[in-house]
Each structure stands twice: as C-alpha cells, then as structure tokens.
C-alpha cells in the first residue's frame, strides 16, 4: 500500500460546527504533516507528527487541533472555523521527520467550505 | 531555512514539444533533497522526480529529467514530448534534515495546447 487516504472529500460546515478531517497511511512511515493549501498557491505547513508526538506546529489557530491516534492514523479537529479557513487541507506522510530523500506521499485532500 | 523560488507563474507548451521549468533554491545545509511534485486538477500533489544533492548526475524518470547545477543553485525540470496530461501546476521544494521541513516554491501553471 503506497496510499495516504483522507476522508472526506468535500466538506461544508458552519461557523459554528466541529467536524473531523482523517487520514491514514499503511506505508510505516512516521512522520505524518497537515499543510493548507488555497487555490493556486503553494501548500503551507501546519502540523507535523514525529513517532506520534507532535513535533512541529506553525502557530496555527487553536480553532484547528491535531490528533495522532497511532502511527497510521492522523486526525484534524475543527470546531468554530471562519469563512477564510476554507481551503485544500493535505495530508502527507514520510519515513520520518530526517530522512527527506524519497519526498513524501500526499493524499488527494478534504476540500474545505465553511459557510 | 532554505528558500525555494519559482519566477515564472504560467508557462504553456504545445503537445509533443519540450518545456523547461525553472526552479532556483538556497540553503546552507551540505544535505538536502530537491523535488518536482505535480498537481493536477484533481489536487493530488505527486512527486515527479527527485535529486540528491550529493549526486551530480541528473534524475531522469521516462518524460521528465532535471538540471541540477550545484554551484548555481539551480533545478530545472525539463519535459519531453508533452502530453495533454502534464498540464498541472508544478512545485519545486526542497527538503533538509536539519529544518525536517519541505519547503515548497510558488509553483508554476503548465499548459499544453493540443
């Protein structure tokens, strides 16, 4: 299995809901990461999860909470998102947080609206 | 931390030509690892090619090879006999260990007209 898988695809929430963005991988890698990613631009990192811990979080609002559950799975929490939050949310796993040289494997993304 | 820049925003190629995309990076780490991922319009990023940077000779994957010139910091990705699938937006990145981030560039918005 090369795949990371995110469900769901698509996603409309409100203002006021909270909802849950999952992702899985079965390659055995460990480092997972969460990045943003608006139309036409580059991805921006948010979370990274190093062995299951989380290593690295780049000042993201604690309106978005990371969750790694065990080494396959990594979960993203929502809960009162504004309108300018929606985007392309990825997911991306690599063998670990050091050893960049094969790149790492993105999922196909949860297209985000919050309305 | 590295930086990685992408100076063209949309370049366009006729079908079965070759096209070349540039990239420039700087960083101060002696190891690191520069990519091409490819994201078409069905928004999975996917990884084109990659270069070690302790190696001098460039990748090459079927279609798609690089231009890797150390001294000048500069990756290229060069397509052969476009097909109208390569149309996608392209990202160069570029990965150290010491940073453990993949630092993307602006990316590029590759057309191929039939």
């Known amino acids: 299995d090369t795949e990371v898988t995110q469900t769901p695809k698509h996603l409309v929430m409100g203002m006021t809901n909270k909802k849950s963005l999952k992702c899985e991988q079965h390659m055995g890698h460990r480092a997972m990461y969460w990045y943003k990613q608006k139309a036409k631009k580059p991805p921006e990192l948010m979370f990274v999860?190093?062995?299951?811990?989380?290593?690295i979080n780049e000042s993201v609002p604690s309106r978005f909470s990371p969750e790694c559950p065990n080494s396959s799975l990594l979960n993203l929490h929502l809960h009162a998102l504004q309108p300018e939050d929606s985007a392309l949310y990825l997911c991306?796993?690599?063998?670990?947080?050091?050893?960049?040289?094969?790149?790492?494997?993105f999922g196909s993304g949860t297209r985000l609206t919050v309305v | 931390a590295q930086t990685v820049t992408q100076s063209q925003p949309e370049m366009s190629v006729q079908e079965a030509e070759t096209v070349t995309l540039s990239c420039t990076y700087d960083?101060?780490?002696?190891?690191?690892?520069l990519f091409w991922y490819k994201q078409p319009p069905s928004r999975q990023m996917i990884l084109v090619i990659r270069?070690?940077?302790?190696?001098?000779q460039n990748a090459t994957e079927n279609r798609f090879s690089v231009n890797f010139q150390k001294a000048a910091k500069s990756f290229s990705l060069k397509i052969s006999d476009s097909q109208l699938g390569d149309a996608a937006m392209y990202f160069c990145a570029c990965h150290t260990g010491a940073n453990s981030k993949l630092t993307f560039g602006k990316g590029i918005t590759l057309s191929v007209r039939p």
């Open positions: 270069q070690e940077a302790y190696k001098q």
């Open positions: 991306a796993s690599s063998q670990d947080l050091y050893r960049g040289n094969y790149g790492y494997t």
């Open positions: 960083t101060s780490e002696s190891d690191y690892y």
């Open positions: 999860y190093s062995y299951e811990k989380l290593s």
